[in-house]
């Protein structure tokens, strides 16, 4: 099933293609036919049937064009959505009584034309909805005549576009789709995003959460998983569906502040907050007091305790002649509890936030507010959180179909009426498909033996390992005080010996000195090496690394760094916490792998009869592109691109790695012309390299595994990447095949993605989706490591920060070492 969205926005595109798609020279191919292999079984799929019985109706699109008093754009989707929904209260007349799907920012659909195509509305909104009132005490004592003062905005309303439902019901008959059919389902995800804006969720891209406690997960440090649901309207084999499915997204705790901070940090009392961190993890978060029923935004804290933060109060006094109000300077402490009769248990030595402007503070005592619910939690999850979150929402399959069908039947989507007016309707049970089980393809092991996996399994328990690389010139690094490392190398040496593995001992056993452990990350790395390379007579081969933490250790990056770029060194970092023959062979697969070794091959590899490829040099490509967390907009994207090697072979690949500018889906290096007129491009690597293990064959197919772009981005992959290739692609875990020049039958064409899925030189499981694809994946995470430590990860909140002063410069990844620019470093 498709875990996509599908009516995900174009994503930026690279500024160096842009004028390639005036003209699209790609379009997606139509289906040849459909697969016959295979052993059939009925299947429940979370999709939901969806007639439509106004097929001609058609939806008016209308831009959407808001400014303020000042004439400045007003962006945002929380005060779009309030203007658009006073407009449609004051002005109803004037709009015919229409009902609208509004995306929250520049597009506005109706079913039916407006009375004109153009509209211009003034719509004044007090200032509690515009922009939050100042609650400041002083503000609060004077009871100003302009604390509710409204605003005013200029609300333009202008024709674009027709987009016909017709075009969906074409789709579905064969008639090759458009952007007309991708328009209208995006429209119909829209009326399903707007009906939970309506209802308070919290929206990311295609899934909306519910403010229900039930949903929540709290995983520790301020983060909590919220349960939620993806939806989309999909065109299927099986007619237009509704595609549902759970979704998990993270928030800030909500509750008191004081609680949150304490659980952020991991200390065990307010005295003990880093109140430096605090403010950076605060700002533009919102805010409740328990005396009123507003929210406020945090700009910031205050430079005193809440006894000695002082500020100006206009107070009335009686003994005036003239009976004008007196100025007083006041603390927040005082104001609160004298004035206002609130008694503050623990808010005296502790810093105010401040919910007011820039040049006119705003000071709130911290225990009277609370976190809004739905904040959004956008920084990098720790090991122990994101173990934490799997446990604690992991569904089995009966339970996540009854989660997906009950959601369903309460929010009743089809009583909406936008969807009434043009006819729509939706099943409330589960689609069922048919499927096929396809036969498990045989693999080969050492001294050419059969192996021969069970559900997608199988082990290395009496076997050797197909092609194996000795292990010399080595050694072992520790960072971990808790890891004996020469009971570690002896087991391994055990363990490599009864897998076919010739291991020596390791020349030498180095640790951590204890001083060095207070260092940051990179200077632990150069110390380590400092300590290293005087004890070895000669550049080790190989080096195998114990980490102190066993995922997202900070010194991962600096080392990998270090001994990938620097020294061109392989490595392999563990950090062992239950230590049996199981752990040891599946470092040692890894192990293998980065020195060139194979594990297991396919048997149709051994054979060499591969359908389609074993006659015709081919090359097998898995692409994908890592994004930093969702709130930054400074870290690179990172690109990879790994390619098969040694033809007619589909087993061994190595990986093109590329930095570009951030969140940039496409990606931009495939091709990538110098000034000298020579090309330094992904491909161009790939390709010399595929020519040098084969023989001096050049590929004349080149298969695309393309992971991480939306249906409505396909046209982009198609016109900008194959443009820069000049062949095809496909996406997983649910593929598409957008261009096929070489000719495949739906059966070989399945094969072959099936056979991939046992070649994952990793593990001795299948993967859900092909090698080449997790392969890519991994490159780009790794090498995405490399710019971790250089980063600004601590300088930002928990909400992120965006720039608005341009595009962002995008630092060059350091390139690999010739010494392992050809290895799969990435196992």
Not at 371 to 395: D, G, H, I, M, P
Not at 529 to 539: A, D, G, N
Request: with cysteine.
């Amino acid at each position: 099933m498709e875990k996509e969205a599908g009516g995900s926005p174009p994503l930026p595109m690279p500024a160096n293609v842009k004028a390639e798609l005036a003209v699209p020279r790609h379009s997606i191919i139509n289906r040849r036919g459909f697969g016959s292999s295979g052993r059939r079984i009925p299947l429940l799929a979370n999709h939901f049937r969806v007639s439509v019985s106004v097929p001609d109706a058609v939806f008016y699109q209308y831009s959407v064009s808001i400014t303020s008093e000042d004439k400045k754009a007003v962006e945002g989707k929380g005060i779009g959505r309030k203007l658009v929904d006073r407009l449609c209260q004051t002005y109803s007349s004037e709009l015919a009584g229409k009902r609208f799907a509004y995306d929250g920012e520049k597009s506005l659909y109706t079913v039916g034309p407006l009375p004109q195509n153009k509209f211009e509305f003034t719509v004044v909104l007090e200032e509690s909805f515009a922009k939050r009132e100042n609650g400041s005490p002083a503000a609060t004592a004077k009871r100003s005549k302009r604390a509710f003062h409204s605003k005013t905005f200029k609300v333009e309303i202008s024709y674009a576009a027709k987009i016909p439902l017709k075009s969906i019901v074409l789709a579905l008959k064969g008639v090759e789709a458009d952007n007309s059919t991708q328009d209208a389902l995006r429209v119909l995800d829209i009326i399903l995003r707007q009906q939970a804006a309506n209802r308070g969720c919290l929206l990311v891209r295609q899934s909306f959460f519910h403010d229900d406690m039930r949903n929540f997960t709290d995983v520790g440090g301020g983060a909590t998983g919220v349960r939620g649901f993806h939806s989309s309207f999909r065109t299927t084999q099986g007619g237009l569906s509704l595609n549902m499915d759970v979704s998990t997204t993270m928030v800030l705790t909500p509750g008191p502040v004081i609680d949150f901070l304490i659980a952020n940090q991991n200390v065990r009392e307010p005295r003990y907050i880093d109140w430096v961190k605090a403010k950076k993890m605060l700002k533009n978060l919102r805010v409740k007091p328990r005396h009123r029923n507003m929210e406020y935004k945090i700009i910031g804290l205050s430079e005193k305790p809440c006894n000695q933060q002082y500020f100006p109060m206009r107070m009335k006094n009686g003994d005036n002649a003239n009976g004008e109000p007196q100025i007083v300077e006041i603390t927040v402490y005082d104001y609160f509890t004298r004035h206002c009769g609130i008694e503050l248990t623990f808010s005296a030595y502790l810093p105010c936030l401040d919910v007011g402007k820039p040049k006119r503070p705003n000071y709130l005592p911290i225990e009277l507010c609370s976190l809004v619910s739905l904040q959004r939690y956008t920084k990098s999850l720790s090991s122990t959180q994101r173990a934490s979150l799997v446990e604690k929402s992991r569904q089995k399959p009966l339970d996540r179909m009854r989660t997906v069908t009950d959601a369903l039947k309460n929010y009743r989507y089809d009583d909406d009426t936008v969807l009434s007016a043009c006819g729509v309707s939706i099943e409330k049970q589960l689609m069922q498909v048919d499927g096929r089980v396809l036969e498990t393809p045989k693999l080969k092991v050492g001294n050419s033996e059969d192996c021969f996996p069970r559900n997608g399994r199988w082990n290395f328990n009496n076997k050797t390992l197909w092609k194996t690389h000795s292990i010399e010139r080595w050694a072992v690094v520790n960072f971990s005080a808790r890891c004996d490392t020469s009971q570690i190398s002896r087991d391994l040496i055990g363990c490599g010996r009864r897998k076919g593995i010739q291991i020596e001992r390791p020349y030498t056993l180095i640790e951590e000195d204890p001083q060095s452990r207070r260092g940051s990350p990179v200077s632990r790395v150069e110390k380590m090496f400092e300590q290293m390379i005087p004890k070895l007579p000669w550049e080790p081969k190989f080096i195998l690394c114990v980490l102190p933490e066993r995922k997202n250790s900070d010194i991962y990056g600096p080392w990998k760094k270090k001994c990938l770029s620097d020294f061109g060194i392989v490595t392999q970092c563990i950090s062992p916490f239950k230590v049996n023959d199981q752990y040891l062979t599946n470092v040692l697969l890894k192990i293998n792998s980065k020195l060139g070794g194979i594990n297991s091959l396919l048997a149709i590899e051994d054979s060499r009869h591969i359908p389609l490829i074993k006659d015709t040099p081919t090359m097998i490509l898995g692409m994908d592109v890592s994004h930093g967390s969702p709130g930054r907009s400074d870290i690179p994207s990172i690109a990879a691109v790994v390619g098969s090697l040694y033809w007619p072979l589909i087993s061994r690949y190595r990986a093109s790695v590329r930095s570009q500018s951030p969140k940039v889906e496409m990606i931009d290096a495939l091709f990538k012309p110098s000034a000298n007129g020579s090309d330094d491009g992904i491909m161009r690597e790939l390709l010399v390299e595929f020519f040098c293990t084969s023989n001096g064959r050049k590929p004349k197919q080149i298969i695309v595994f393309r992971d991480g772009v939306s249906e409505s981005q396909f046209n982009q992959v198609l016109n900008i990447e194959v443009e820069q290739m000049i062949k095809g692609t496909s996406r997983p875990a649910h593929y598409h095949v957008l261009l096929d020049e070489i000719g495949f039958s739906p059966d070989d064409l399945q094969s072959l993605i099936h056979s991939l899925s046992y070649v994952y030189q990793r593990s001795t499981t299948a993967i859900s989706i092909v090698a080449p694809v997790c392969y890519a994946h991994l490159a780009a995470q790794q090498m995405g490591q490399f710019m971790k430590f250089e980063d600004l990860s601590e300088t930002s909140s928990g909400q992120g920060s965006m720039t608005s002063a341009g595009p962002v410069p995008v630092p060059e990844l350091p390139r690999l070492h010739k010494n392992v620019a050809c290895s799969m470093f990435f196992c």
